[in-house]
């Protein structure tokens, strides 16, 4: 338990920095203020939009109570591909540029250290989407009218318990990549090799696969992933998707951790 | 000096990868209070073997204690113990002063010591500096800072001198030897027996993945044999005062313009007067004659010809 407090806590050290704190800021505001903007305006009411379930919302879904952090969950469910490849490129990095070699030294417990780090980027990720999901209903908030979206029922009790439910799906998603990329970073350790198979696979591979083979909605991890955080597809619906991700995510814990256990660390 | 209790004892070490065998049956006590050298051309298993001591790597057979516990549960020792193994490895967008804070917290150290491990590495002022753009040596003193964090028992530094100036091995052996006055047991390894002759109290002598010599630095030394060193002023008598010396049931070596001569049990102060008597009757006049006793390194290399030979 000791083991991974310390690896949780210098995971997380390595992450509440200044500059990382500024940089996330940044990128949190942008992706609010941009994915309100382009949610809201292209958003048109449900007589004239002809699109299944996981589309962008109509101005109906948006005004309901839940609406103002819809938003949030739809554009977060645009950056799939992204953290999935960000969280690669990390922990390969600490592959390539010798740093497990050096916690290793400090922290011999492999599987306490590899549950701290992705316990500690889990807690980043929380407060980071924390405050994004915040940034964003402001953001939709000031740029509704605009947009025609009546925001009447984005407060009180409902919307907050919709709000908590957009954080609790988006979290689960967040999981279920950041587990499923730390295991293509472990099992792979080169930086450019990791990236490549990670963008290949969660990018083009399963969805020209899925154009060939209707099943692979429902089988394959990215796309069930997609499928939850757009809350369910004509194909699987969302907790169908949440289901057989996490088998995916447990599966691939266990290998992860097996293999990072067990493997000589030589670079 | 205390030659005791080993701090690293390995019985038959052995690392294979598929057929190559990387360290091949090493079996070595390392004795507490020293700074011991481990020494070997590269590819000869320095680091291999190290990484076994460390529990980075799994040995194929062989077993061995570090203070006292399993190399196979390195959680036991480890927080006694400070490593730099195959270069510093540390975090390039972090400062010096985050790197250690973030290995401080991994090993559950005392954060307050990161200022004055900086003052040792001589990097005061510069521990807010990222880690990025420091020099090669800085990175190699901060890698040893780092291995002093836990206030370890044992240090191992793995070539800690590669790739810097004359001005950086210089600084990495100060900060060595300064470690070495605090009373720890240091193994440090090298390709060059001369980098670190000046420091080192034991030596561990490798190559090939086998264990070539183990014992203490001055007695490496007292097993290097005399040699007599000759020229001729008239470097064109060389090939004749080779001749003259073989003629005394002696086998000269060459070394440049120099003949070189094992003086092998003689009494070199006798046998340079009787080459010197020899030469002069040849008509041969010596323009350097004297006793030399080759250096560690000298030895070192010898050892390493003799095994491939």
């Given at each position: 338990?000791?083991?991974?407090?310390?690896?949780?806590?210098?995971?997380?050290?390595?992450?509440?920095?200044?500059?990382?704190?500024?940089?996330?800021?940044?990128?949190?505001?942008?992706?609010?203020?941009?994915?309100?903007?382009?949610?809201?305006?292209?958003a048109?009411?449900?007589a004239?939009?002809?699109?299944?379930?996981?589309a962008?919302?109509?101005?109906?879904e948006?005004?309901?109570?839940?609406?103002?952090?819809?938003?949030?969950?739809?554009?977060?469910?645009?950056?799939?591909?992204?953290?999935?490849?960000?969280?690669?490129?990390?922990?390969?990095?600490?592959?390539?540029?010798?740093?497990?070699?050096?916690?290793?030294?400090?922290?011999?417990?492999?599987?306490?250290?590899?549950?701290?780090?992705?316990?500690?980027?889990l807690?980043?990720?929380?407060?980071?989407?924390?405050?994004?999901?915040?940034?964003?209903?402001?953001?939709?908030?000031v740029?509704?009218?605009?947009?025609?979206?009546?925001?009447?029922a984005?407060?009180?009790a409902?919307?907050?318990?919709?709000?908590?439910?957009?954080?609790?799906?988006?979290?689960?998603?967040?999981?279920?990549?950041?587990?499923?990329?730390?295991?293509?970073?472990?099992?792979?350790?080169?930086?450019?090799?990791?990236?490549?198979v990670?963008?290949?696979?969660?990018?083009?591979?399963?969805?020209?696969?899925?154009?060939?083979?209707?099943p692979?909605?429902?089988f394959?991890?990215?796309?069930?992933?997609?499928?939850?955080?757009?809350?369910?597809?004509?194909?699987?619906?969302?907790?169908?998707?949440?289901?057989?991700?996490?088998?995916?995510?447990?599966?691939?814990?266990?290998?992860?951790?097996?293999?990072?256990?067990?493997?000589?660390?030589?670079? | 000096?205390?030659?005791?209790?080993?701090?690293?004892?390995?019985?038959?070490?052995?690392?294979?990868?598929?057929?190559?065998?990387?360290?091949?049956?090493?079996?070595?006590?390392?004795?507490?209070?020293?700074?011991?050298?481990?020494?070997?051309?590269?590819?000869?298993?320095?680091?291999?073997?190290?990484a076994?001591?460390?529990?980075?790597?799994?040995?194929?057979?062989?077993?061995?204690?570090?203070?006292?516990?399993?190399?196979?549960?390195?959680?036991?020792y480890?927080?006694?113990?400070?490593?730099?193994?195959?270069?510093?490895?540390?975090?390039?967008?972090?400062?010096?002063?985050?790197?250690?804070?973030?290995?401080?917290?991994?090993?559950?150290?005392d954060?307050?010591?990161?200022?004055?491990?900086?003052?040792?590495?001589?990097?005061?002022?510069?521990?807010?500096?990222?880690?990025?753009?420091?020099?090669?040596?800085?990175?190699?003193?901060?890698?040893?800072?780092?291995?002093?964090?836990?206030?370890?028992?044992?240090?191992?530094?793995?070539?800690?001198?590669?790739?810097?100036?004359?001005?950086?091995?210089?600084?990495?052996?100060?900060?060595?030897?300064?470690?070495?006055?605090?009373?720890?047991?240091?193994l440090?390894?090298?390709?060059?027996?001369?980098?670190?002759?000046?420091?080192?109290d034991?030596?561990?002598?490798?190559?090939?993945?086998?264990?070539?010599?183990?014992?203490?630095?001055?007695?490496?030394?007292?097993?290097?044999?005399?040699?007599?060193?000759?020229?001729?002023?008239?470097?064109?008598?060389?090939?004749?005062?080779?001749?003259?010396?073989?003629?005394?049931?002696?086998?000269?070596?060459?070394d440049?313009?120099?003949?070189v001569?094992?003086?092998?049990?003689?009494d070199?102060r006798?046998l340079?007067?009787a080459?010197?008597?020899?030469?002069?009757?040849?008509?041969?006049?010596?323009?350097?004659?004297?006793?030399?006793?080759?250096?560690?390194?000298?030895?070192?290399?010898?050892?390493?010809?003799?095994?491939?030979?």
């Amino acid at each position: 338990m000791t083991a991974l407090v310390r690896s949780y806590r210098a995971e997380l050290a390595k992450l509440a920095r200044r500059r990382v704190l500024a940089l996330t800021a940044l990128v949190s505001l942008l992706v609010a203020v941009g994915g309100a903007a382009v949610v809201l305006y292209a958003a048109e009411p449900a007589a004239e939009a002809e699109r299944g379930r996981g589309a962008l919302p109509t101005l109906e879904e948006l005004a309901a109570a839940g609406g103002g952090t819809e938003v949030f969950r739809v554009v977060l469910a645009f950056a799939g591909t992204f953290l999935f490849v960000v969280v690669v490129g990390a922990v390969a990095a600490e592959f390539s540029r010798g740093t497990v070699r050096t916690m290793l030294l400090r922290q011999p417990h492999r599987t306490a250290l590899l549950a701290g780090k992705l316990g500690a980027l889990l807690t980043f990720a929380a407060g980071t989407l924390a405050a994004t999901e915040v940034l964003t209903w402001v953001a939709a908030r000031v740029l509704a009218p605009g947009a025609d979206v009546a925001t009447g029922a984005w407060t009180g009790a409902d919307a907050l318990v919709a709000g908590l439910g957009d954080f609790g799906a988006v979290m689960l998603w967040v999981t279920g990549y950041a587990v499923l990329g730390t295991t293509v970073g472990v099992l792979l350790r080169s930086v450019p090799v990791a990236l490549a198979v990670g963008i290949a696979w969660a990018g083009p591979v399963e969805h020209i696969l899925q154009d060939s083979w209707d099943p692979a909605s429902r089988f394959f991890p990215g796309l069930l992933l997609e499928a939850f955080a757009a809350g369910g597809t004509t194909d699987v619906s969302a907790g169908r998707a949440l289901a057989t991700v996490a088998v995916y995510v447990v599966a691939a814990a266990a290998v992860a951790t097996t293999v990072f256990s067990r493997r000589d660390v030589t670079s | 000096m205390t030659t005791t209790t080993p701090v690293i004892s390995v019985d038959g070490l052995t690392k294979r990868y598929g057929d190559r065998v990387v360290v091949d049956g090493v079996t070595v006590d390392v004795p507490r209070g020293v700074v011991t050298g481990f020494i070997g051309p590269n590819g000869a298993g320095k680091t291999t073997t190290m990484a076994m001591v460390l529990g980075l790597v799994r040995p194929t057979a062989g077993q061995g204690e570090v203070l006292g516990s399993p190399i196979n549960r390195p959680g036991r020792y480890l927080h006694r113990v400070g490593a730099l193994i195959e270069g510093p490895g540390l975090w390039p967008g972090l400062t010096g002063a985050e790197n250690l804070a973030v290995l401080a917290r991994l090993g559950g150290h005392d954060v307050r010591r990161i200022p004055e491990l900086l003052a040792l590495a001589g990097l005061a002022g510069r521990g807010g500096d990222r880690y990025g753009e420091y020099s090669l040596g800085m990175k190699q003193r901060l890698g040893i800072a780092a291995a002093l964090l836990g206030d370890p028992e044992l240090l191992v530094l793995d070539e800690p001198t590669n790739g810097l100036d004359p001005a950086g091995m210089s600084e990495v052996r100060d900060l060595i030897a300064r470690t070495r006055a605090e009373h720890r047991t240091v193994l440090v390894s090298s390709h060059l027996l001369s980098e670190l002759e000046q420091i080192c109290d034991w030596l561990l002598i490798i190559d090939g993945g086998r264990l070539m010599y183990a014992g203490p630095a001055d007695g490496f030394a007292r097993h290097a044999r005399d040699e007599l060193v000759l020229a001729p002023a008239d470097p064109a008598q060389l090939l004749a005062l080779t001749d003259v010396v073989a003629a005394g049931g002696l086998e000269p070596g060459r070394d440049g313009d120099l003949l070189v001569v094992p003086v092998d049990g003689h009494d070199p102060r006798g046998l340079a007067a009787a080459l010197n008597h020899a030469a002069a009757r040849d008509g041969i006049v010596l323009a350097e004659l004297h006793v030399r006793r080759p250096t560690l390194e000298d030895r070192y290399l010898r050892m390493l010809e003799g095994d491939r030979s």
